[in-house]
């Protein structure tokens, strides 16, 4: 009888011991995925992606606005040409502009 409950004993100890370990993993898990899901709370979603090409159909659609602005009016075009540069949301360097004969 007494060695049955020693082997009880033994037995639960061990399953304890499984017991804690498997709890110590669950927790770095669970801190993983919070790390994770941290991390993905940071990246861009697929509206950052729409506004993109929104720009991109704006740079392209003023670009072809300016150019005909040049070939409109190329006399005094340097002035309204860096006016309508400077009130763009996005970088100057996005747009190919044919040179101008004004300066």
């Given at each position: 009888m007494i060695q049955k409950v020693q082997t009880l004993q033994?037995?639960?100890i061990a399953k304890t011991e499984e017991v804690v370990e498997a709890d110590l993993l669950i927790q770095e898990k669970e801190k993983l995925y919070v790390e994770l899901k941290n991390i993905l709370a940071r990246q861009p979603g697929?509206?950052?992606?729409e506004q993109l090409s929104i720009y991109q159909v704006l740079c392209s659609s003023?670009?072809?606005?300016?150019?005909?602005l040049y070939k409109a009016h190329p006399d005094g075009c340097q002035h309204r040409l860096e006016t309508l540069l400077r009130l763009r949301p996005y970088p100057?360097?996005?747009?190919?502009l044919p040179p101008c004969p004004c300066f």
């Open positions: 033994k037995r639960l697929p509206e950052v992606a003023s670009c072809v606005l300016i150019g005909l100057i360097g996005s747009c190919v």
